[in-house]
Each structure stands twice: as C-alpha cells, then as structure tokens.
C-alpha cells in the first residue's frame, strides 16, 4: 500500500472518536472536583485527600462518641483498636483512666466541660499527620487540635507549639 492508496476518510468514525476522547476527559475532571469536594475542598496536593476523608470522618466518629458519652467506643476509636479490651497493656501508654481524665464530661481535667456539639472548622497536612482545628460547643475562643496519624490511623493531640490559625 502506498500513500496514493491510503483509505478513504471515515468521518463517522472521527467524530465517534473524538466524542469518546471528551466523554471521557469530561468525566475524569468531574471525577477529581468530587473527589476534591468529598475531601472538604483541601489546599493540598491530591495524594492527601483521602487522608483529609478519613481524619475527618475519624474525627467526627470519636466526638459524636464523646458527645453520646460512651468514653469506651470513644477510646477504641482514639487508638484504632476495637478490641482494645483484649490488650493488658495499652498502646503508646495511653490508659483509659487518664482519655477518662481528659475527656469525660464531669472531669476537671476537661477544659470544654461537656461536649455536646463539634464542628470540624480547618484541616492542613502537617508533616505527616492531618491536623484538624475543632470548635466544641460553638465557642470560637479556643480550637481543639487534634491530628490524625495516616499510617497508623490513629487521633492524637496536637504539639502544644503547632495549631491552626482560625483568624479573628
């Protein structure tokens, strides 16, 4: 076959393939603004959404369990661990004597009292983990800091020296 015999045009054949070209490039933009948007809109590059899903989502588990005062679920949530109660030694020596401490509702220790409402305000990657800025109880005077560990999956307070400016 020489160039003289190359085959006719097909334009039904161009136009259905130039149609699945933008189908498809259509789709994949959609695909990653949902994305984008299920993660909470992060200012982040897009390999760290899915921690921003899951610490998020972490987050609101362990406080709607700290709401409903149920400190044990509450606890397996904060380490990762369901069966926490197998273990004789807890992990990383956070007993569930002292997470009572911090954060039953009658504790001294506890310096939002009882929780009994969140709202997730700021999310940044820092470092490795996810730190989230937490009003508790409507009031905006003092954020709770928590980060999220993506390996292990687990909450934690942030560093004293590290927390999110909410702005005025």
Same mark, same amino acid.
């Given at each position: 076959?020489?160039?003289?015999? =190359?085959?006719?045009?097909?334009?039904? #054949?161009?136009?259905?393939?130039?149609?699945?070209?933008?189908?498809?490039?259509?789709?994949?933009?959609?695909?990653?603004?949902?994305?984008?948007? =299920?993660?909470?809109?992060? *200012?982040?590059?897009?390999?760290?959404?899915?921690?921003? *899903?899951?610490?998020?989502?972490?987050?609101?588990?362990?406080?709607?369990?700290?709401?409903?005062?149920?400190?044990?679920? =509450?606890?397996?949530?904060?380490?990762?661990?369901?069966?926490?109660?197998?273990?004789? *030694?807890?992990?990383?020596?956070?007993?569930?004597?002292?997470?009572? !401490?911090?954060?039953?509702?009658?504790?001294?220790?506890?310096?939002?009292?009882?929780?009994?409402?969140?709202? $997730?305000?700021?999310? #940044?990657?820092?470092?490795?983990?996810?730190?989230?800025?937490?009003? $508790?109880?409507? !009031? #905006?005077?003092?954020?709770?800091?928590?980060?999220?560990?993506? =390996?292990?999956?687990?909450?934690?307070?942030?560093?004293?020296? *590290?927390?999110?400016?909410?702005?005025?």
């Amino acid at each position: 076959m020489t160039l003289l015999d =190359a085959p006719a045009f097909d334009e039904a #054949r161009e136009r259905r393939r130039k149609v699945i070209f933008w189908s498809a490039a259509v789709l994949l933009v959609a695909l990653v603004a949902g994305w984008w948007l =299920a993660a909470g809109r992060p *200012v982040d590059w897009p390999w760290n959404w899915n921690n921003f *899903v899951r610490g998020k989502s972490t987050a609101d588990r362990f406080l709607t369990a700290v709401e409903r005062n149920d400190l044990p679920t =509450a606890y397996g949530i904060w380490m990762n661990d369901k069966d926490w109660r197998q273990h004789p *030694v807890p992990k990383g020596g956070y007993s569930l004597g002292r997470f009572e !401490q911090d954060w039953g509702a009658r504790s001294p220790d506890n310096e939002y009292g009882s929780i009994e409402s969140h709202k $997730i305000v700021a999310a #940044r990657m820092y470092g490795n983990v996810l730190l989230m800025a937490i009003i $508790i109880n409507g !009031q #905006r005077t003092k954020a709770l800091d928590l980060d999220y560990d993506p =390996a292990m999956r687990t909450l934690n307070f942030s560093p004293p020296d *590290v927390e999110i400016d909410l702005g005025p």
